[in-house]
């Protein structure tokens, strides 16, 4: 059981380019979810899904894109980086119908640099 | 607009002594606050969690005291260890089905030998 696994856990990208930060959870969970870490403004959600199919937008959502084709993966695209979104991104899951204690599950995270 | 507010940014406790973190929170329709522990170069962990309609929660040295009429709620740790040196988020959410957390902006503990 690996839990929520990010790749790759560093990168660099110049300006204007794209890529994908990867998410994959081998726990069943419903729920997954993208935050960005930045200092002084803890973690902030940028996008979430609650099952394959379904997605919608947290709260600094802009230069981002998500997909949820299935339970296990929910990968992160930038369309065009820009230095703003120099940031570390962490990916997390939980179960959607959780009793007591909603926990999610983070990634190790990969920290992103934008020149 | 931080919708929840953690003070202080940093801190620095001795060995055995008891380190507080508060947060506060202005949204009532929150209905869930874990905290979450997070070590450098590694992804955040629930550390404990509570719900309005308790205003404690002990686990080992670790205890959540919430105020509902005051929207504020602390984490202390007791007999605080140089191993408790991590950040610290508190977060909030709604009951929507599923747990969409708004946190707070951290705190940088460091416990001295």
């Known amino acids: 059981n690996a839990g929520v696994t990010q790749t790759p856990k560093f990168q660099v990208l110049k300006t204007g380019q794209s890529m994908t930060l990867q998410c994959a959870q081998d726990?069943?969970?419903?729920?997954m979810s993208w935050y960005r870490q930045d200092p002084g403004m803890g973690l902030r959600l940028i996008h979430y899904?609650?099952?394959?199919?379904?997605?919608d937008q947290g709260e600094v959502p802009n230069g981002y894109n998500v997909s949820r084709s299935t339970t296990e993966d929910f990968p992160l695209r930038l369309l065009s980086a820009a230095p703003s979104q120099t940031s570390v991104y962490f990916c997390?899951?939980?179960?959607?119908?959780?009793?007591?204690?909603?926990?999610?599950?983070f990634g190790p995270g990969t920290r992103l640099t934008v020149t | 607009q931080q919708q929840v507010k953690q003070s202080p940014q940093s801190l620095i406790v001795q060995k055995g002594g008891i380190s507080i973190i508060n947060c506060a929170y202005e949204?009532?329709?929150?209905?869930?606050f874990p905290w979450y522990q997070q070590f450098p170069g590694k992804g955040p962990a629930l550390l404990i969690a509570?719900?309005?309609?308790?205003s404690e929660k002990k686990e080992g040295r670790f205890t959540i005291s919430f105020n509902k009429s005051a929207k504020q709620f602390s984490l202390h740790i007791m007999d605080s260890q140089p191993g408790d040196s991590a950040t610290y988020f508190c977060?909030?959410?709604?009951?929507?089905?599923?747990?969409?957390?708004?946190f707070g902006t951290g705190t940088r503990l460091l416990v001295s030998p």
């Open positions: 997390a899951s939980s179960k959607l119908q959780a009793e007591s204690s909603y926990e999610q599950y």
């Open positions: 726990m069943n969970h419903e729920y």
């Open positions: 899904s609650v099952g394959a199919g379904i997605t």
């Open positions: 949204n009532t329709a929150f209905d869930y």
């Open positions: 509570i719900r309005p309609d308790v």
């Open positions: 977060a909030a959410s709604m009951n929507t089905g599923f747990q969409k957390l708004v």
